[in-house]
């Protein structure tokens, strides 16, 4: 019997796989295509934006420089300051000018590796996780389709490809379409479609009709990006296509045609692809011993890239809660903070793609807000709340306390010694930061040695805290004064009673 089975290796499941991994658990993930490689997944069909948080996220387990290196961006060291992004996104389809950015405004926001994110592609970043993966002694078996599912309290039984898998606990991480999320009866509940978009690599006899970039037009939108024959659209239908049919060269062309107002050609269509603009989320992310996570727990439209990076948010909050849970030393309750903790992130980002939604519509009413919408995005104010929104730089946890870093992703500060933040977190502890001058946090920390690495000296850069205590997923769960007492609530709440054991080698 595995500790963990995922259903699914694409970015969620793999990062999934490496957190437990890397926490000792014994980890079998599973993969109904046979093979990992894919056009869908490399340049550029496969372009992604990586947030900041999530870039983080795998600085924090040193794989930053393989993620750079596996898409293609040079290792740029951190500013002096807090960096301006050199791109700052879109609300749908209106483009966003960094140089309005009040960088200052952003939440804690200090020099660091991922100050902007990073452009990468599917492709580079399953490389990297699969890699890792495989060093952490995650097994992957692939061409193996999930067809049932049994659980009762002490376990859950998967049949794949003919096999019957035993384990512990199981992770939906298979997509929206999932297997998992059916077979084991979660509600999945939200708003239907009002458009069909569609992405198509395609050679196109006369590209000089279509402008460059995103083009909001009375009947819909297209995007014809700086890839050559790579465009995509949208027409509100109401989701009227039938995508289980693929879409042909003459209705490509003909919805090209209407959203454009042009008379554009497309002479042959390489790949294509819909989707559509379907809003739903299951109402809790764990039922008995199986859970999702990424586009298996929530769909949306692509409106704002928020699903990749929604997805790896999950997998690090969920990984370390569960490995918890798996060792048995989880307190009470952890692992239900998962569904507190995410459903409320992931119903915030459906609404961010349906607000795009409801400007982005073809009639007179929509096409008036949108042009109130670009009078405030082109404000500084404006700017800075929509990056906050886009990127997840504005995420904070509900998790009780007074001060303002508690709930939210931890700055990469640094201690006098040069040492990083990210670099005392690759083992997949968490971190008690005694910022205090007589270090008297030093005995309580150590008491939780085994999951909780205690560090001291003082920061380069203000935290407005004197202690501060991060856990594996990056994520303040404590900031305050050097006060002993107060400071070993938190360890107690996050990490269980102090015991020894669950030493990594």
């Given at each position: ?504 080698a």
């Amino acid at each position: 019997m595995h500790d963990v089975v995922i259903v699914g290796a694409g970015p969620v499941g793999l990062f999934l796989a490496c957190e437990l991994g890397l926490a000792g658990c014994s980890v079998l993930v599973l993969e109904r295509e046979p093979e990992p490689g894919s056009p869908w997944k490399a340049d550029p069909l496969g372009m992604r934006g990586l947030s900041a948080a999530s870039v983080e996220a795998f600085h924090r387990r040193g794989m930053s420089q393989p993620l750079l290196k596996a898409s293609g961006v040079d290792d740029r060291p951190g500013a002096e300051g807090p960096a301006r992004p050199r791109g700052a996104g879109h609300f749908a389809g209106m483009m966003l000018d960094p140089a309005k950015m009040d960088v200052t405004a952003l939440p804690f926001r200090v020099p660091g590796l991922a100050a902007e994110g990073v452009m990468t592609s599917l492709e580079a970043v399953e490389t990297v996780l699969s890699e890792r993966a495989s060093t952490l002694g995650v097994e992957v078996r692939r061409g193996v389709a999930v067809s049932a599912i049994a659980q009762d309290e002490d376990g859950v039984v998967v049949l794949a490809g003919g096999h019957e898998y035993a384990a512990r606990w199981v992770v939906g991480c298979d997509g929206g379409r999932s297997t998992v999320r059916g077979l084991a009866g979660f509600a999945f509940v939200g708003t239907e479609p009002q458009f069909t978009g569609y992405v198509v690599l395609a050679t196109v006899a006369d590209p000089g009709k279509l402008r460059p970039g995103f083009n909001l037009t009375p009947t819909g939108m297209y995007l014809r990006t700086p890839a050559d024959g790579y465009v995509g659209m949208l027409e509100f239908d109401d989701g009227a296509f039938d995508r289980s049919r693929q879409p042909t060269r003459d209705h490509l062309q003909a919805v090209l045609r209407r959203v454009s107002g042009t008379d554009v050609t497309l002479t042959d269509v390489h790949l294509a692809s819909s989707f559509t603009d379907r809003a739903k989320q299951v109402t809790t992310y764990r039922r008995g011993r199986v859970l999702l996570a990424g586009d298996a727990a929530h769909i949306h439209s692509p409106l704002g890239a928020q699903g990749l990076n929604l997805g790896i948010g999950d997998a690090m909050n969920l990984g370390w809660k569960l490995a918890a849970t798996v060792h048995g030393h989880a307190p009470n309750g952890l692992l239900d903070t998962y569904t507190a903790e995410r459903r409320p992130i992931g119903a915030r980002a459906l609404d961010w793609t349906r607000a795009q939604t409801a400007v982005m519509r073809p009639d007179a009413h929509a096409q008036a807000i949108q042009g109130v919408v670009r009078d405030l995005i082109g404000t500084r104010d404006g700017t800075t709340y929509v990056f906050e929104r886009a990127s997840g730089s504005s995420i904070r946890y509900d998790l009780g306390g007074d001060h303002p870093l508690t709930g939210r992703n931890a700055p990469d500060v640094r201690l006098g010694d040069g040492t990083r933040l990210a670099d005392l977190m690759r083992d997949g502890r968490g971190v008690a930061l005694d910022l205090s001058i007589d270090r008297r946090l030093r005995d309580p920390a150590t008491r939780w040695e085994s999951r909780i690495r205690y560090a001291a000296g003082a920061a380069r850069d203000g935290l407005g805290a004197a202690a501060v205590l991060v856990r594996p997923d990056g994520v303040v769960a404590w900031a305050g004064g050097p006060d002993r007492e107060v400071f070993e609530r938190a360890p107690s709440r996050w990490f269980g009673r102090p015991m020894s054991g669950w030493r990594r080698a």
